[in-house]
C-alpha cells in the first residue's frame, strides 16, 4: 500500500504530508501535527466530538480520509483561538458553565462557530438543530445551548461597536 | 501549638466568604481552548501506540492467533499473547482491596466475555497496531454463552456493590405483609447499561529503570499506584500517575482494567513509551457497566396508606469470574418508614465483562424500581403520590431508629411540588392533554444518596506574597473540583479563591482519596481545610511570639484569619498581613499539613443521607407510543452547598442519566452469542439535546452541623435516583399502562394502550 502526499492548509499554515491509504483527518492533526485540541470519542461518526471545519463547513474529522480533501482548509479549536484572549463563543462557553468535563467542548465550539458565522442571529430551535449530532454526556445541553446563543449576541453587538 | 485560633463557624462563615459565591471555573480556559491535555493527547519522543485484540466470543478459547501475519505487518514491534506474555508480579485473579477487581491480562488463553483482550499488539503507527490486531485471525473453541435468566447461573452471595450486605431485615416481613390491608406487588427488569465516558479509556506509560510514568485520567489516585506497584512489583511510590483532566468517569475510571495493564507491561518489555487507547466498541466489556437486574417489590400498607412491610427483593447480574452486583435492594433501606422492611440479593451469573460501580451504582436501578413500586402502591390506596410518600416520610433511619444528621425532605417535596405546579393532578391516568391532543402525564419520586468519606490528605502552603499553594492528589472528572476545592481551601486560608493556587490531579501529592460516592468535595475538601487551619495556626505562632508584631501576647485571646491578614479577636485594630509576618520572621513560606477522615462516632451516631424529590412531566403521542419529557424539577438538599453552580451542574447532569435510564439506555445482547449489538455510540442511545427537557433544580438549604465540620454532602449522583422514577410514573399517569421495565419503549406503549384505551374509556 502506498502513503502519498496531501497538502491542507491547516489553521492557515499551509501543510504537506505523507499520509498512509486511509487515514482520516483525526489521525493526521493529532498524530503528526499535534493538534489534540480536536478530540476522539468515538471514531464512527457517533459523537460529534471531533468535528472540525473544512472549507468553512463543520465536517466530523474520524470519518474523513485526508487524500479525499486534497487542498483545503482546515480549521479547529486551535485555529479558532486567538492569540491572545479567547474567541467570543469560548468566552460564552466559560462565563455560562458549558463545559464540564471538556471533552465535547472542541467539537461543541466547532459547531457553533460554523453556525455562527452562516447565522449570526440564531433561534433557540436553530442553535439545538446545529448540535443535534454533537453527544455531551455531563452537562445535559441546556449550558451549551445559551452559551451558543450568549455568543451570537456578543459577536453581534462587537460587530456593532466595530462598525460604529 | 501554644495561641488558640479561631476560624468562624461554618453558619457564620456563609456571610462574606468565596464558598457559596458562584467562580468560573478554573480549568475553563483550557478547557474552552482545547488545551486541557487527556490522557491520550501525549506523545513522548518514541512513543509506540498499542492495540488490544479483543475477543469476539462470550466463552471458550482462543485456540490460534496468527501472530506471523500480525508482526510481517510493516511496522509493528511486539505481539504480546498468553504465550510470551511477561510475567506480572500480582495474580491477576486475586483481587486487590478495597476495591480490586479480577482483571483479563493474557494470563491464560480462556475467554470469559465478549470484547476482552486476547493480545496486544504493538507498533510504530496507530494504523499498523490497529492492522496488525486485525490480522491476527482469531480461531475460538467456542461454548455456548450464558446472556439471561434461563441459562446464566444463580448463587448466593454474601455481599453486593463494594462490601454492602446483602441481605437486610428489620422487624418481621411476614408479619407486616400478614397485617396487611392491600399488598402491592410486582417484577421489574433493568437493563445492563455502560458508562459511556466521552473520553474513552487511555493510558500513555513511561518507564525510566523500576519507576514508571501513567498518564491516564483516575478517580483513585493513591489506590491505583498501589495496585499498579503490586502488578509491577515495585513500591507505590515508584508509580506516578498524572491525570489533570478526565474526559469523564462515572465510575468506570476508578477501577484497574486489563487493557492498561498490558499497555504498562509492554512499555516496560519495550523500553519505550507506548500509548493505547480503547475504542469505543473496546469500552463495552473490560471496563464495568452497570449490571443488569430483576427485582421483585412487596409493599404491605394499612388502610391509612401506611406502610406495615416493604420487602425489595433483587436478582443482580454479574460475570462468571467476578461478584461486582448492583446493591439495589438496598435503595429500600434508608427512604420510607416502615416496621419491617427486607432488602435481599441473589446473584446470577453471565458471560459478560463484570460489571463496576456506574453513576449511582444500586442507588440508580434500586430507586428506579422503588419508586415505581411506591406509586402502584400510592394509586392501591387511592391516594395522591406525593400525599403517600409523606404518608410514609421516615423521621429517623428506619430500621436502625438513628436521628438523620440533617434530613429535609419535606422542604424538598414542597418547594418541588410548587415550582412543578403538582397540586390539582387528578388521580387517574389518561385525564390531561395538551393543545396537539398528546397525551400528558405527571409523576413524582424521591432521591436518597448516602454521603461516604475517604480518607485524605492535604499540604497548605501560605507564600511571603501572600498568596497560598494548596495540594492534593484528587480528581476532576468534570463535575469542577478544581474550582469547589479551591473555595474550601481559600475559606480556611483567610484569602481570596484568586490568591489560592491548587494543585491536584498527580499522584505524588498528598492522598485526595476517591473521586467518587460524591464524596470527593467533602473528603478532600475537608483536608484541604484542615491543612489551611494547619497553615494559618503556624503563621499565629510565629506573629503571637514575636514582640515587634501587633499580635503579640494574643495567645489566648486568639487571632482570625481574614483578607490575607491575621486580626486579634478581641481589638480589631490590632492586625497584621500574612506577608508582614512572614518577611519579620525571615521566612518564605509556612506549610500546614493535614490528614482527615470520619469520625466513625458520627456514622455511629446519626443516618448520612442526602435527599431531594422530582416532579416530572412528560408527553406521549396517543397514536405512535412516543414519549418526550417536557419538564423535570428537582429540589435537592445536601448540605452546604460550595458553588451553586456547579452544583445545580450536577443536579442537571444526573438527572439527564435519570431520563436517559427511564427511556434510553440499553445495551442488548445477541442471545445465540452473548454479543452486545449495539456497542457503539450510535445505536446505544444516550440523550442528545433533542431528547432534554427544561430542566429545573432547586437547592434547598441545609445546615448539617454533624455530616463533617464542613457541612457538605454529596451531589455527583442523587440526580438519577429520583428521577427515573418519576419520569416512569409520569408515562403511567399520562398513558394508564404500567411499564415494568427499562428503558420504557414506545412499543411497550402501542400494544399496550388498545387495551387501557377502553379500560380508561377515551
Ligand atoms: S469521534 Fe468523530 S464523531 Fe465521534
Ligand atoms: S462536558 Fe463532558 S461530555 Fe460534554
Known amino acids: ?164 | 501549638m501554644s495561641s488558640e485560633i479561631a476560624f468562624p463557624s461554618p453558619q457564620h462563615r456563609r456571610h462574606g466568604s468565596s464558598a457559596g459565591q458562584p467562580l468560573t471555573r478554573r480549568d475553563g480556559v483550557l478547557k474552552v481552548t482545547g488545551r486541557a491535555t487527556y490522557a491520550a493527547d501525549n506523545h513522548p519522543e518514541g512513543m509506540l501506540y498499542a492495540v488490544t485484540a479483543v475477543s469476539s466470543i462470550a466463552r471458550g478459547r482462543v485456540t490460534a492467533l496468527d501472530v506471523e501475519a500480525a508482526k510481517a505487518h510493516p511496522g509493528v514491534v511486539e505481539v504480546l499473547t498468553p504465550a510470551n506474555r511477561p510475567p506480572l508480579s500480582h495474580d491477576p485473579d486475586d483481587k486487590i482491596p478495597p476495591f480490586g477487581f479480577r482483571v483479563e491480562v493474557l494470563q491464560d488463553d480462556t475467554v470469559r466475555y465478549v470484547n476482552q483482550p486476547i493480545a496486544l499488539v504493538i507498533a510504530e503507527t496507530l494504523e499498523a497496531a490497529t492492522e496488525g490486531a486485525a490480522l491476527l485471525n482469531p480461531q475460538y473453541e467456542v461454548e455456548s454463552a450464558r446472556t439471561g435468566l434461563e441459562n446464566g447461573e444463580r448463587f448466593d452471595t454474601p455481599a453486593v456493590g463494594v462490601g454492602a450486605p446483602s441481605r437486610t431485615a428489620y422487624g418481621d416481613i411476614d408479619a407486616g405483609l400478614a397485617a396487611a390491608v392491600r399488598v402491592t406487588e410486582a417484577d421489574y427488569v433493568t437493563p445492563p447499561q455502560y458508562h459511556n465516558a466521552m473520553e474513552p479509556h487511555a493510558v500513555v506509560a513511561q518507564w525510566d529503570g523500576d519507576r514508571v510514568t501513567l498518564d491516564m485520567p483516575n478517580q483513585a489516585l493513591a489506590l491505583s499506584c498501589a495496585a499498579y506497584a503490586a502488578y509491577f512489583g515495585i513500591p507505590a511510590g515508584n508509580v506516578l500517575i498524572r491525570s489533570p483532566f478526565l474526559g469523564g468517569g462515572f465510575g468506570s475510571k476508578a477501577i484497574l482494567n486489563g487493557p492498561q495493564i498490558l499497555a504498562i507491561l509492554a512499555a516496560r518489555m519495550l523500553d519505550r513509551p507506548v500509548k493505547l487507547a480503547l475504542t469505543r466498541a473496546q469500552m463495552y466489556g473490560p471496563v464495568g457497566h452497570r449490571g443488569q437486574t430483576w427485582q421483585k417489590l412487596r409493599l404491605g400498607t394499612d388502610g391509612e396508606g401506611r406502610l406495615t412491610a416493604l420487602h425489595h427483593h433483587v436478582l443482580a447480574a454479574t460475570s462468571s469470574f467476578d461478584e461486582f452486583m448492583e446493591p439495589a435492594a438496598n435503595a429500600s433501606l434508608p427512604l420510607y418508614a416502615s416496621p419491617a422492611i427486607l432488602a435481599e440479593h441473589d446473584g446470577l451469573r453471565l458471560d459478560t465483562g463484570t460489571p463496576g460501580p456506574m453513576r449511582a451504582p444500586g442507588e440508580a436501578s434500586g430507586s428506579a424500581v422503588l419508586e415505581v413500586a411506591m406509586d402502584e402502591a400510592a394509586i392501591a390506596c387511592g391516594m395522591d403520590p406525593l400525599e403517600f410518600r409523606l404518608a410514609n416520610y421516615a423521621e429517623t433511619e428506619p430500621g436502625t431508629g438513628k436521628p438523620f444528621s440533617s434530613k429535609s425532605l419535606r422542604e424538598c417535596y414542597a418547594e418541588g411540588a410548587k415550582r412543578f405546579g403538582w397540586s390539582g393532578r387528578p388521580l387517574e391516568p389518561r385525564r390531561m392533554r395538551d393543545e396537539n391532543g398528546f397525551l400528558v402525564g405527571w409523576g413524582m419520586g424521591t432521591a436518597v444518596f448516602h454521603c461516604p468519606h475517604f480518607p485524605a490528605e492535604a499540604r497548605a502552603t501560605l507564600r511571603a506574597d501572600g498568596t497560598a499553594l494548596v495540594e492534593t492528589a484528587g480528581a476532576d472528572m468534570g463535575q469542577g473540583a478544581w474550582t469547589a476545592l479551591a473555595q474550601i481551601a481559600a475559606e480556611a486560608l483567610g484569602l481570596d479563591p484568586d490568591q489560592v493556587e491548587l494543585h491536584s490531579g498527580i499522584s505524588s501529592l498528598p492522598d485526595g482519596g476517591i473521586a467518587g460516592g460524591s464524596g470527593h468535595t467533602a473528603s478532600a475538601g475537608l483536608a484541604l481545610h484542615n491543612a489551611g487551619v494547619d497553615a494559618i495556626a503556624r503563621l499565629a505562632e510565629l506573629a503571637t511570639a514575636d514582640p515587634a508584631s501587633p499580635l503579640f501576647g494574643a495567645g489566648n485571646i486568639g487571632v482570625e484569619a481574614r483578607s490575607g491578614r491575621l486580626h486579634r479577636r478581641d481589638d480589631e485594630g490590632r492586625s497584621e498581613s500574612y506577608s508582614e509576618i512572614l518577611a519579620r520572621a525571615g521566612q518564605a513560606e509556612v506549610v500546614g499539613t493535614a490528614k482527615a477522615a470520619r469520625d466513625p462516632a458520627v456514622a455511629e451516631a446519626h443516618a448520612l443521607f442526602s435527599h431531594g424529590a422530582v416532579f416530572a412531566e412528560v408527553k406521549v403521542d396517543p397514536d405512535l407510543g412516543q414519549v418526550r419529557v417536557t419538564r423535570l424539577v428537582g429540589a435537592f438538599a445536601a448540605g452546604r452547598i460550595i458553588n451553586p453552580r456547579l452544583v445545580r451542574s450536577q443536579y442537571f447532569g444526573g438527572m439527564i442519566w435519570g431520563i436517559s435510564f427511564a427511556l434510553q439506555e440499553e445495551a442488548v445482547t445477541d442471545r445465540r452469542t452473548g454479543r452486545i449489538m449495539n456497542a457503539d455510540l450510535a445505536e446505544y442511545h444516550v440523550p442528545v439535546n433533542a431528547d432534554v427537557p427544561s430542566l429545573d433544580a432547586i437547592l434547598i438549604p441545609e445546615d448539617d452541623p454533624y455530616v463533617n465540620p464542613l457541612g457538605v454532602k454529596g451531589v455527583g449522583e442523587i440526580g438519577i435516583t429520583g428521577t427515573v422514577g418519576a419520569i416512569a410514573n409520569a408515562v403511567w399517569h399520562a398513558t394508564g399502562v404500567r411499564v415494568r421495565h427499562f428503558p420504557i419503549r414506545l412499543e411497550d406503549l402501542l400494544v399496550n394502550q388498545r387495551d387501557v384505551t377502553s379500560a380508561f374509556g377515551n
Open chain 1, 1 to 164: 500500500m502506498k502513503h502519498s502526499v496531501v497538502s491542507l492548509t491547516i489553521n492557515g499554515a499551509e501543510r504537506q504530508m505523507l499520509v498512509a491509504p486511509g487515514s482520516t483527518l483525526i489521525d493526521v492533526l493529532r498524530e503528526s501535527q499535534g493538534l489534540t485540541g480536536t478530540r476522539r470519542g468515538c471514531e464512527q461518526g457517533a459523537c460529534g466530538t471531533c468535528t472540525v471545519l473544512v472549507d468553512g463547513k463543520t465536517a466530523m474529522s474520524c470519518m474523513l480520509p485526508v487524500e479525499t480533501i486534497e487542498g483545503a482548509h482546515v480549521e479547529t479549536i486551535e485555529g479558532l483561538t486567538p492569540p491572545q484572549g479567547l474567541h467570543p463563543i469560548q468566552e460564552a462557553f466559560l462565563q455560562g458553565f458549558a463545559t464540564q468535563c471538556g471533552f465535547c467542548t472542541s467539537g461543541m465550539i466547532m459547531v457553533a462557530a460554523a453556525l455562527l458565522a452562516k447565522n449570526p442571529n440564531p433561534s433557540r430551535e436553530d442553535v439545538v438543530r446545529a448540535i443535534s449530532g454533537n453527544i455531551c454526556r455531563c452537562t445535559g445541553y441546556e449550558a451549551i445551548i445559551d452559551a451558543i446563543l450568549d455568543a451570537a449576541v456578543r459577536i453581534r453587538s462587537a460587530a456593532h461597536a466595530e462598525a460604529a
